[in-house]
């Protein structure tokens, strides 16, 4: 059974910064794609940025390039987001998600994680 779990949420102001944390409890440590979602209330889940952890690619939603960077951990079964210039749209859960031995990292916009977190909630006061 593969968990994980997320931690790093919180509240800040807008401008500030937060960085979440992700632990996928795998043996495999290449070849996964590794990655976070957002969902504010009342809107659809958004894919934000994700990873291949076999080197190489990573993938940004428009919304939040340039102030937000995804990192691997050197354990290679964490990932992390870090959140710069937190803006108030920003305000969402969290959530991390993973696939095991995928070939390749699919475009955000067509990845569907087999595995999710629970979530972790961020929000952006103004």
């Known amino acids: 059974q593969v968990q994980v779990k997320e931690s790093g949420g919180g509240s800040v102001q807008a401008g500030g910064s937060l960085k979440l944390s992700c632990e996928v409890s795998i043996d495999t440590l290449s070849g996964n794609c590794l990655g976070w979602f957002r969902q504010a209330p009342g809107s659809e889940r958004e894919a934000v940025a994700s990873?291949?952890?076999?080197?190489?690619?990573?993938y940004y939603a428009e919304s939040v390039k340039g102030r937000y960077t995804i990192s691997q951990g050197n354990a290679k079964n964490a990932v992390f987001l870090q959140m710069n210039s937190l803006k108030p749209e920003d305000t969402a859960m969290y959530y991390c998600?993973?696939?095991?031995?995928?070939?390749?990292?699919?475009?955000?916009?067509?990845?569907?994680?087999?595995?999710w977190g629970q979530g972790t909630q961020v929000t952006v006061s103004s």
């Open positions: 998600a993973a696939d095991l031995l995928c070939p390749n990292l699919p475009p955000l916009g067509t990845w569907n994680p087999v595995y």
């Open positions: 990873l291949y952890t076999g080197g190489g690619s990573a």
